[in-house]
């Protein structure tokens, strides 16, 4: 029995009727329906000694490479076992009512990508990506010889492909996002505690810049109170009904 459609303000609907341009912000939680815990919870076993936020900095790996190391290697499985929700799903799907439809990502686990989505933004790159500490290039043929973590050929540390605390994110990407979110006319933050910056900032620049903005979460984020629209709910259940109103006036 499909759960009620969530209850969609009519002036919202009204709005996305008229939407050309739509712009999407997501994190953590479009994948806990996934089973992909969420960034704080990601560090099942370590969670006793060490704060996920401690764990993703540069100082960390370098203080302790094989600790960090193996904690993306862990983290890489949850995500290999996952699959892409209906949230993820139902996103996938907005290009094609959407004349001008950017999706901005905070994830790092690609589910939106194994969901079909083309042209995802990845503000904080790609668990799956490995690079060189010092060059900072990509490395494809990792050569584990167990020793965690692996070497470049340069002699260095290899790395998860991912921005850590302390880094910045990677120009393009930011860029990119900033001028979605500057030039939609409605803006969607889903699945995100509004914590981490620049990311969180970007809803605000919409919001500035004339977007109607709505939130999706079950619960209140910081953003909550600047939200025109806030859906309480799972995203992979307020995502496939609101496709549902979406696809009926579209047609
Ligand atoms: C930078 C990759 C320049 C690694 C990550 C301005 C103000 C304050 C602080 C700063 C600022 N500018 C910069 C900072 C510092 C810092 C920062 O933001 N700190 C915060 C925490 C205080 N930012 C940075 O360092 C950034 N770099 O700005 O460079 C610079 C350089 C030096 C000094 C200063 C500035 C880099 C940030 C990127 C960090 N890397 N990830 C990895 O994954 O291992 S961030 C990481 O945490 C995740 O990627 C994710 O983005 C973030 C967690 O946030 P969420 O995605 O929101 O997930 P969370 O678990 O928090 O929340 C889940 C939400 O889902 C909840 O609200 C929950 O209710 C909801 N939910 C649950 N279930 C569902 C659901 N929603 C819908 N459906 C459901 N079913």
Not at 80 to 106: K, M, V, W, Y
Not at 154 to 182: D, H, K, N, T
Not at 204 to 215: D, F, H, P, Q, Y
Request: charged content about 20%; aromatic content about 6%; hydrophobic content about 40%.
């Amino acid at each position: 029995m499909a759960p009620p459609l969530t209850a969609v303000p009519e002036r919202l609907l009204t709005a996305l009727r008229q939407a050309q341009r739509v712009a999407v912000l997501t994190g953590a939680g479009i994948s806990a329906e996934s089973g992909v815990p969420a960034f704080r919870d990601a560090q099942t076993g370590l969670r006793s000694k060490y704060d996920a936020q401690e764990l993703a900095t540069p100082e960390a790996f370098l203080a302790r490479p094989r600790l960090v190391w193996d904690w993306y290697l862990f983290r890489r499985g949850l995500v290999e076992r996952a699959a892409p929700n209906r949230g993820h799903e139902s996103l996938a799907r907005f290009p094609e009512i959407f004349a001008d439809f950017t999706l901005i990502t905070q994830n790092v686990d690609g589910l939106h990508q194994r969901a079909g989505q083309r042209d995802v933004i990845e503000l904080h790159g790609n668990i799956f990506d490995t690079l060189c500490f010092d060059e900072r290039r990509l490395v494809s043929d990792v050569r584990d010889d167990g020793k965690a973590p692996p070497r470049c050929d340069c002699g260095s540390l290899l790395r998860p492909g991912v921005v850590w605390f302390g880094e910045s994110l990677p120009g393009p990407a930011l860029s990119r996002a900033e001028a979605a979110a500057r030039g939609c006319q409605v803006f969607f933050s889903i699945g995100t505690s509004s914590l981490v910056h620049p990311a969180a900032g970007l809803p605000l620049i919409a919001k500035r810049s004339g977007a109607l903005l709505v939130e999706i979460n079950p619960t209140t984020t910081p953003l909550t109170t600047s939200a025109d629209h806030v859906l309480s709910g799972p995203a992979g259940q307020v995502l496939p009904q609101l496709l549902q109103h979406l696809e009926a006036f579209r047609g």
